[in-house]
């Protein structure tokens, strides 16, 4: 048996369990193949460990090669999962008051950068003070310690910089 | 039962299958608490749309509340998934030579953005043309036509922009 048709059947199996109703809340919406909805599990890479005023990103010892040459670089996105808010109602969330002061008008969560949004991944540009093994120490981060981290990719200036006039909202500036 | 349960359920159903060695190649890995791994599901928010030269990010409908307020913005983070690299094999894959060029020294996939990771996390800097309804068009982004979209986040210059000196390695130059 293949591993798409595993994961069908790990899916079909939902159904079976009588919870279904409950755990289709969380699960992608229909997709015209199995293997589409099947693929969207994501993995824990690491950690973020803060110690003192240090935050340390420590990746699962079997992704420790995923570093190499990492040093190269200055800047490096960490994405990581909002962990703390992965429940139904906060991923099913789609407007928020901006920085939760109510003053700032309501906001579509893919125009603002709130924890709370139907995939809790989180963006923070820092900067790679180094690299030890399986530790990247960084700075620029503000997530909980304990969180999971889910990527790192660096920060390459062209692409990853407006090339035309950049504008925002009022409440942002 | 609660939902963490029933996932709990769910991802222990796996082992009953009889192929849960081949699941177990995408699932994530041990946590210590089941509630942390059951978490880690994504959902499609849309798809990316290629017409003539259009780039259009099509929302499903059910999330289109979420884009009020994202023409106030000039630039968008779209994170998207490379569904066509979803395969064991190659979200093991922790090292490349970076743009397919051997000439480059073989790197650690967490100092490349190559579209084969663990978590196959795309991230590209678009500029908004405009928003109607649940259609996002958008300069800057090069996914397949249907390829799904995970989320939107603003360019916030500020924590976006690096604040001290930039370096890259020599490849990236």
């Keep these: 048996m293949n591993i798409l048709a595993s994961l069908f059947i790990l899916l079909s ?3 079976a369990i ?3 109703a409950e755990v289709a809340d969380i699960q992608p919406p229909a997709h015209p193949s199995p293997a589409v909805t099947a693929s969207f599990a994501l993995v824990t890479v690491g950690r973020i460990e803060k110690t003192d005023r240090k935050v340390r990103i420590r990746l699962e010892p079997k992704y420790e090669a995923g570093l190499l040459g990492l040093e ?8 990581y999962w909002f962990d703390r808010n992965d429940t139904p109602e906060k991923r099913s969330t789609l407007q928020v008051h901006p920085r939760g002061n109510p003053a700032n008008p309501l906001t579509g969560v893919f125009a603002t950068r709130s924890p709370v949004r139907p995939n809790l991944i989180a963006l923070s540009l820092c900067r790679v003070v180094s690299v030890e093994q399986n530790l990247v120490e960084v700075e620029g981060i503000d997530a909980f310690d304990g969180t999971p981290v ?8 062209g692409p990853d910089t407006p090339q035309r006039a950049i504008t925002t909202p009022v409440w942002a500036k």
């Design 72 to 79: 190269g670089w200055s800047h490096v996105w960490v994405m």
């Design 150 to 157: 889910l990527d790192l990719k660096p920060f390459i200036p």
């Design 13 to 15: 199996s939902t159904a």
């Design 18 to 20: 009588g919870e279904g």
